[in-house]
């Protein structure tokens, strides 16, 4: 089975544009998460979607949002980008919702914010 | 709200050595718990997770950790340390129960394996 796939891999953008991201889950799973990971803060959840429905948010500004798309496939966007957002960029897929069931990890985005 | 510390960002061993690996959760309820590893330019890879079951758990690549609630620990251990296990490893928990079940990563610890 395939795992969690993220295009791009990487990503060079200019402050105050904007970028979306592309996530593609295990077959089968239907919540997909996302996540931030900086030398500074470490890892910081952004979001969870489940059945193309967000279900929880992390505390981030308004700036970054997502979605999902009926095949489980979720894309995030973040727009007026600053010079803060550069971080690794990592998607989560889990067959369900809600239990202790893993959660597996893509290889993540690398956006540079210059 | 969940916390998770992680005693010692880089810890550095000798190949054939005993990794440990500290973990400390904080949460009025003991929460699910895992421990994840990223290799250098990858993302995470689950080694292990606790959920309520036997309280020493047992992973991949030979790692096991064991839960502590009276020390609210979930110290992660390998006897004996090889070169591949050179990596950051972080630990997360997630509630239990409700809907959330985010995960929250502890700062990482980066593994150095010497030969």
């Known amino acids: 089975k395939a795992g969690v796939t993220q295009t791009p891999r990487y990503l060079i953008k200019t402050r105050g544009q904007q970028v979306t991201l592309s996530c593609s889950p295990i077959s089968g799973h239907r919540s997909v998460s996302w996540y931030q990971q900086t030398p500074g803060q470490g890892l910081q959840f952004l979001f969870e979607?489940?059945?193309?429905?967000?279900?929880n948010k992390g505390n981030f500004p308004g700036r970054f949002s997502g979605r999902q798309f009926s095949n489980s496939r979720s894309e995030m966007n973040v727009s007026t980008l600053e010079l803060g957002d550069s971080a690794l960029y990592l998607c989560?897929?889990?067959?369900?919702?809600?239990?202790?069931?893993?959660?597996?990890f893509g290889p993540g985005t690398r956006l540079t914010v210059t | 709200a969940q916390s998770v510390t992680q005693l010692g960002s880089h810890v550095s061993v000798s190949e054939g050595a005993l990794v440990l690996l500290r973990c400390n959760y904080s949460s009025s309820v003991p929460p699910y718990l895992f421990w994840y590893v990223q290799y250098p330019n990858q993302g995470l890879q689950l080694l292990l997770k606790?959920?309520?079951?036997?309280?020493l758990v047992k992973g991949i690549n030979g790692f096991e950790a064991e839960f502590k609630k009276s020390e609210t620990s979930f110290h992660l251990t390998k006897p004996s340390a090889h070169m591949s296990d050179a990596a950051e490893y972080f630990c997360?928990?997630?509630?239990?129960?409700?809907?959330?079940?985010?995960?929250?990563f502890g700062k990482g610890t980066l593994l150095t394996v010497n030969p």
């Open positions: 979607y489940f059945s193309e429905t967000q279900r």
């Open positions: 606790y959920t309520s079951a036997a309280t």
């Open positions: 989560a897929s889990r067959y369900l919702a809600g239990g202790p069931s893993e959660q597996y």
């Open positions: 997360a928990v997630s509630e239990r129960g409700g809907s959330n079940y985010k995960l929250t």
